[in-house]
């Protein structure tokens, strides 16, 4: 699945089953960095943005209320692709 079919399924409210590796393509697609490793989580940051993104990968899944996160920082920053 593509990065911006990703983020349109986010939209539709289809947060479950989405891949670490989905993850890590839209939030590099969006401008996050990754910033650091801690005990089983991976720490995103993006430079015009406060504070990170953690995730935890489960079975090579996310969680689906980190989905929601990443989802109202797009939308309310605005981070469209290529920022």
Same mark, same amino acid.
């Given at each position: 699945?593509?990065?911006?079919?990703?983020?349109?399924r %986010?939209?539709?409210?289809?947060?479950? +089953?989405?891949?670490?590796?989905?993850?890590?393509?839209l =939030?590099? +697609?969006?401008?996050?960095?990754?910033?650091?490793?801690?005990? $089983?989580?991976?720490v995103? &940051?993006?430079? &015009?943005?406060?504070g990170?993104?953690? =995730?935890?990968?489960?079975? $090579?899944? /996310?969680? &689906?209320?980190?989905?929601?996160? %990443?989802?109202?920082? %797009?939308?309310?920053?605005? /981070?469209?692709? $290529?920022?």
């Open positions: 699945m593509g990065n911006r079919e990703l983020h349109e %986010l939209r539709q409210g289809k947060v479950r +089953e989405v891949s670490f590796d989905e993850f890590s393509a =939030v590099g +697609e969006r401008g996050f960095r990754f910033d650091r490793a801690t005990e $089983g989580s991976w995103f &940051a993006h430079p &015009a943005l406060p990170s993104i953690g =995730v935890q990968s489960t079975d $090579g899944k /996310i969680q &689906a209320f980190q989905a929601l996160y %990443l989802l109202r920082m %797009l939308e309310e920053h605005d /981070i469209a692709a $290529g920022h």
